[in-house]
């Protein structure tokens, strides 16, 4: 499983209506936390955002994807919206 499939499976937890990830690795060639994980963005729609502010939604993913945090993924750039904010 790629580490995008792994990513996708974890958020399932949160019951996204839409998830977009972005593999941004080879932007970072070189940089030395390259070598130790991905460069990824996300764009994430649930409505499990609704009423929380930006921190809680972060910590909500950082929570679903766990371990992966400090192994495959080096970077996430995040974008979690409600589905309302959803345009």
């Keep these: 499983m790629s580490t995008i499939e792994a990513m996708r499976a974890k958020l399932a937890a949160l019951e996204p209506l839409r998830v977009d990830i972005a593999d941004d690795s080879a932007k970072h060639a070189g940089h030395a936390g ?3 994980g991905g460069h990824f963005r996300l764009l994430i729609v649930s ?6 502010a930006t921190m809680q939604r972060h910590r909500l993913i950082y929570e679903a994807l766990g371990p992966m945090m400090r192994g495959e993924i080096h970077a996430l750039s995040i974008k979690a919206l409600a589905p ?3 345009e």
């Design 84 to 86: 309302e904010e959803n």
């Design 34 to 36: 390259a070598r130790e």
């Design 47 to 52: 409505p499990r955002f609704a009423g929380c």
